[in-house]
């Protein structure tokens, strides 16, 4: 058993597309993407974020989140004061663009040929943004996994168990890398503890870009 608050070190050397590691029932696909699809990846969703800005969410007791979000798809993940949901149209108004076909692919070769994802949501993370331990759990059916890819600076991703205050294990995402929350994992607490301002030059003026896509309904 892994102590609490472990970090795997066993990928730090690593470079590359290679074994998948298990990061308690969580697979990590370390470098899946390479950096012209990376670079491919970022263009596309400059287009998103100029049809559907991002914008900065309030948690249900009125905080500002410090990651910043948009979304593609049918539905895109929204929160306030009212809580946590899915909406089918940006907050201004205009519906969510259409999730690019470079970030579908992901899910096609890892996940399904038959059913697409509704959401693709859009985190970007500045140097001081985090994302607390959280389920994902606002999607009708949880026998569908959650594919998440990173891209830009590098992050701190913690998974723990089903249960809150369980056992947790670290392991630092690096752009391009793909996780998949499924199986017994699809509802295990995860989040973001901090990001590595300069780890990477993809997006020139650095920060990170989380994509997960979900089916939603
Ligand atoms: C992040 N990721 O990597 C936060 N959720 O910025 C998530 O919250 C997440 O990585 C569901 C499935 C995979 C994830
Ligand atoms: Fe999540």
Redesign the pocket.
């Known amino acids: 058993m892994e102590s609490r608050g472990s970090v795997m070190k066993t990928r730090l050397d690593f470079d590359g597309p290679g074994p998948v590691l298990d990061l308690g029932g969580v697979m990590v696909h370390p470098g899946w993407l390479d950096t012209a699809a990376q670079a491919a990846m970022v263009e596309d969703l400059r287009a998103v974020i100029r049809e559907a800005p991002l914008f900065q969410p309030m948690t249900p007791r009125g905080q500002a989140m410090s ?1 910043r979000m948009t979304a593609a798809g049918r539905y895109g993940w929204f929160s306030d004061r009212s809580g946590y949901r899915y909406i089918p149209a940006h907050p201004a108004g205009q519906p969510w663009p259409p999730i690019p076909d470079s970030v579908l692919a992901a899910w096609r070769a890892l996940v399904s040929q038959v059913r697409m994802p509704d959401c693709c949501l859009v ?1 970007f ?1 500045t140097g001081a943004a985090r ?1 607390g331990l ?1 389920q ?1 759990r606002d999607e009708a059916d949880f026998g569908w996994p ?3 890819i ?1 891209l830009g600076d590098e ?1 701190l ?1 913690r998974v723990g168990t089903t249960t809150r205050g369980g056992p947790t294990r670290s392991l630092w ?1 690096r752009s391009g890398d793909v ?1 998949i ?1 499924g199986g017994a994992a699809r509802l295990a607490f ?3 503890d901090r990001v590595r301002p300069g780890s990477s030059a993809l997006l020139p003026k650095g920060g ?1 870009i ?1 994509l ?1 896509l979900r089916v939603v309904d």
């Open positions: 990651v985190n993370y994302m959280h994902d959650v594919l998440s990173s992050a991703f995402l996780a929350l995860h989040g973001i990170r989380n997960t």
